[in-house]
């Protein structure tokens, strides 16, 4: 038995899953949708970072579902939902983790091939210069992983097989031997932190916040780059700050902020080795598509009354 949803959009979504949830299903928003006189008759929250917490949905006693538009959840409170027997999943994988890992290897090779600065050096009339260069290679380099999840092992295949990168990993939930049969390397945090190429791509978890900070900057070597592609909180800002401008590593790629949009006095706005980007490693045509698609898909499970194969909080269901 199918019903009818009514499905509060708070951020927007791609064109074609908006669509396909319209096709069957009463929407609300994403514009206005605070000031919408349905909105606690809302069956199904959808949201990608917008913070979502018991304040908002506390007050649609009618809720079933909270569908997480990508795979990070940080944003969602959880186990206010969970409490509310509200069920809350994801769409992780897709086209999406392909997305993020080329925004993560994209931000490698220009931190490596120092492209803002080339750049300037042709527009600021400097050519000359470019004698005394040397730019940095991604081929043969040693890569590490911080995670290796979906997203991470994408990273891997394109370093390994398309660049010959070294690749290695650190994830202490995903067994050494599953490392392995990737053609990667399983290693602990302090000799991924070693390598020439530090990437991270681990979910924001009490555990993980502020992962790497003073201690482990220094665990870096001065001509390597970092690269958070993940989420914002995982690095500390203030310690990267320090190690740019020390010296400490060479250069930073970050997509991701513990405040979006950072404040305008953020210490990494000064850094010249840093190059920043505002979360849109994965903000692909193909994978915003695929992950609006997948959105749908959910709610057409819960609209059957299924339980979604990303369901996150099964005790929800009790």
Known sequence: MRSRELVCIIDPIHPAGMERIAAGHDVIGPAGWREDPRLPDATVI??????????IFGAMPQLKAIVKHGAGVDNIAIPEATARGVMVANTPGGNNSTAVAEGAVSMMLALLRRSREMDALVREKRWDERWGIRLGDLTGAKVGLIGFGRIARVVARICGAGFGAEVAACDPMVPDAVIRAAGVEPMDLAGVLGRDVVSIHTPLTDGTRDLIDTVELGMMQSHAILVNCSRGGIVNELALADALRSGQIAGAGIDVFEAEPPPATHP???????????????????????????????????????????????????
Do not use: Q
């Open 268 to 318: 990494l706005f000064g850094m010249s080795n840093c190059l920043l980007s505002p979360h849109v490693a994965g903000v692909t045509e193909a994978g915003m598509k695929d992950m609006a698609l997948n959105v749908a898909s959910v709610i057409e499970t819960v609209s059957r009354g299924e339980v979604p194969e990303t369901l996150l909080n099964p005790e929800a269901l009790s």
């Open 46 to 55: 959808v949201i990608r970072t917008s913070p979502l917490g018991a304040d």
